[in-house]
């Protein structure tokens, strides 16, 4: 069973940092890519960051480029992302979710499968 | 990066067909076969539903279907069942690992 689980949430003053953590379980880490998504209070679903298995490849949305990285570390099974110049605008809860499935024959399928519990980023002005 | 085009409530009575909508551009829905849906319910975190524009994870309801033409994606609830009360959001694959999601769309059953 694939668990995905955040942690680093919090309160910070704008202009702040904080680093969202995502350990993962439940499948071969480094075999798949991550994706952070956020959802601002009582708003839509947001893709923020995405980062290929091996690393290689990350992008990220323009409302967050330059000011977020997403890296990860597939001897720990984790997935970060560092969030700095934090804005109001940029509370929201960040779920961790699995970017990509192969079925039984080896096809491969672009979804997010699998999803956290999400954590909370509170950012005060 | 504008997010598709959802409406944002549709409602129907028990047993009733609806669907939802997602209007994308050449550039996501209307380039790549890679469009999935998910439902949230309050509190939760999403979960898809479909993916592949017409494909069923293991486990959805076979009430749940979709399809796509051109740049727009549709969802299709058959049968309304009043556990599908939640909100829908569409989301399309952007080449190079990134992804747009829809504005989201909330389903009442009256």
């Known amino acids: 069973e694939v668990q995905l689980v955040e942690s680093g949430g919090g309160l910070q003053q704008a202009g702040g940092s904080l680093r969202l953590s995502c350990e993962a379980s439940?499948?071969?880490?480094?075999?798949?890519?991550m994706s952070w998504v956020r959802q601002a209070p009582g708003k839509g679903l947001e893709w923020v960051s995405s980062?290929?298995?091996?690393?290689?490849?990350?992008d990220h949305a323009d409302s967050v480029k330059g000011r977020f990285t997403i890296s990860r570390d597939n001897s720990r099974n984790t997935v970060y992302l560092q969030m700095n110049s934090l804005r109001a605008e940029d509370t929201a809860v960040y779920y961790c979710?699995?970017?990509?499935?192969?079925?039984?024959?080896?096809?491969?399928?672009?979804?997010?499968?699998?999803w956290g519990q999400g954590a909370l980023v509170t950012v005060s002005s | 990066q504008s997010a598709l085009t959802q409406p944002r409530s549709v409602s129907g009575s028990p047993e009733q067909s609806v669907t939802i909508s997602c209007t994308g551009t050449?550039?996501?829905?209307?380039?790549?076969?890679?469009v999935s849906w998910y439902q949230q319910k309050p509190g939760k975190a999403p979960k898809v539903i479909i993916y592949?524009?017409?494909k069923r994870p293991s486990g959805v309801p076979d009430r749940f279907s979709g399809s796509k033409s051109g740049n727009t994606a549709s969802l299709t609830i058959s049968g309304l069942q009043a556990e599908d009360e939640a909100d829908y959001f569409c989301?399309?694959?952007?080449?190079?690992?990134?992804?747009?999601f829809g504005t989201g769309t909330k389903v009442t059953v009256l």
């Open positions: 979710a699995k970017a990509g499935l192969y079925d039984v024959n080896g096809y491969f399928s672009w979804l997010f499968d699998s």
């Open positions: 439940g499948f071969t880490f480094s075999n798949l890519g």
């Open positions: 980062i290929s298995g091996d690393g290689r490849s990350t």
């Open positions: 050449i550039s996501n829905v209307g380039d790549w076969d890679y």
């Open positions: 592949d524009v017409s």
């Open positions: 989301c399309s694959y952007g080449g190079s690992y990134t992804f747009v």
